[in-house]
């Protein structure tokens, strides 16, 4: 089965930003007090956040991001995902989600499983699609084959991003964004497929394997 195929439809329903503040830096003492009020660089801003098993996916991660000015250093390390096959990964902030990981009680439907559109409440559309290259927004969010394939079920993510408006920069700043990585193998038969959990609730021509959220965090 074809990688992309797998994946076509996921940001149908998950599609949905940072800025420098301004600081005041004393010049020597000689100075008159309107020259000492020069503008300075942003001061660099860190986050991170465990990213925790969903769906009893088996896997555990990391996520740093560090912040200076309109870009963010963002990395993910993770261990335990489905080995060799795609996981797409994104930012995720909604204004009007709860920006947190869902749990069992958002299992809408008892199927003992957390699906994505079950998820979207709680951690709010895509704001930015983690890529390996090219483009950052929410339309990559299906870019299959820019994403980690996590050999030997590790992902090792680096990549800085560049973020607006400010109004949701600091959102993020403050705590609010989600990373969320997905793709479970349920059945454990080494590829996405219908056995392990059906259809997607996003297109029941994909596995939901492939769209079900496999690691949750937020960003502190």
């Given at each position: 089965m074809q990688h992309r195929k797998l994946f076509a439809g996921i940001g149908a329903t998950v599609l949905a930003g940072t800025a420098a503040f301004a600081g005041i830096q004393a010049s020597s003492a000689s100075?008159?007090?309107?020259?000492?009020?020069?503008?300075?660089?942003s001061a660099p801003v860190q986050l991170d956040g465990r990213l925790n098993a969903m769906n009893d996916s088996g896997a555990s991660g990391r996520v740093w991001a560090e912040f200076k000015g309109r870009k963010a250093e963002v990395r993910i390390k993770a261990r335990g995902l489905a080995k060799g096959l795609p996981h797409a990964q994104?930012?995720?902030?909604?204004?009007?989600a709860r920006n947190e990981?869902?749990?069992?009680?958002?299992?809408?439907?008892?199927d003992l499983r957390i699906n994505v559109a079950e998820g979207v409440p709680d951690y709010g559309p895509i704001l930015k699609s983690l890529t390996t290259?090219?483009?950052?927004?929410p339309e990559s969010g299906l870019a299959?084959?820019?994403y980690p394939t996590a050999p030997k079920g590790k992902v090792d993510y680096?990549?800085?991003?560049?973020?607006?408006?400010?109004?949701?920069?600091?959102?993020?700043?403050?705590?609010?964004?989600?990373?969320?990585?997905?793709g479970v193998d349920h059945n454990?038969?080494?590829e996405y497929d219908f056995d392990g959990a059906g259809a997607s609730e996003l297109d029941p021509s994909l596995p939901a394997e492939a769209t079900d959220p496999a690691l949750c965090g937020v960003l502190r």
């Open positions: 100075e008159s007090a309107a020259e000492s009020a020069k503008p300075a660089a994104h930012l995720h902030f909604g204004a009007d990981c869902p749990n069992v009680f958002d299992d809408a439907n008892n290259s090219g483009d950052t927004s299959v084959d820019r680096e990549r800085k991003i560049s973020f607006a408006p400010a109004a949701v920069a600091r959102a993020i700043k403050n705590g609010k964004g989600v990373i969320v990585v997905h454990g038969n080494g």
